[in-house]
């Protein structure tokens, strides 16, 4: 199969010294991938942003667990409450490792990252309104929305 051939059929341009894709090496080609010391940084500051910004949201709403939250009237399935934490913290973990991959592969210049980081602060934001401010309507709509969206299947 010649170059043009491959590029016409799926519109990958081809690099001058390989049969590959730009950007892909084929299997003999192949090294094993680099860390480098900014890998780690970046990975280290997504990390330090993503697990503190959970850690002090944590913080300020862990009183309100021990007082209103144990109040609600939750469902049977309801999980234990010490299972929050650690299931936050790997949920956050996750996020940090997402965010460096997302900076790894475009860069801080695509609205992919942008998208990241709004689900990020939006994710932020509803443990303070539901802990601190005790917003139940968002969450009754929601519930109810999911209800009838289930129910309509």
Do not use: C
Not at 37 to 60: H, N, P, Q, R, T
């Amino acid at each position: 199969m010649t170059k043009g051939k491959v590029t016409a059929e799926l519109g990958y341009k081809l690099d001058s010294e390989s049969t590959a894709p730009v950007g892909f090496k084929l299997d003999s080609e192949s090294t094993s991938p680099r860390i480098s010391k900014k890998d780690v940084l970046m990975f280290l500051a997504f990390l330090l942003l993503i697990e503190g910004g959970g850690a002090v949201i944590g913080i300020s709403t862990a009183g309100q667990i021990a007082n209103w939250y144990k109040d609600l009237v939750k469902p049977s399935w309801n999980p234990p409450n010490w299972l929050f934490g650690p299931m936050w913290t790997t949920l956050y973990f996750l996020q940090a490792v997402s965010a460096f991959m997302i900076w790894k592969s475009i860069g801080f210049k695509k609205a992919l990252l942008l998208l990241f980081f709004t689900q990020l602060a939006l994710n932020f934001a509803w443990s303070p309104l539901f802990f601190i401010a005790h917003e139940l309507l968002w969450h009754r709509w929601r519930a109810l929305s999911k209800r009838s969206s289930s129910s309509s299947r």
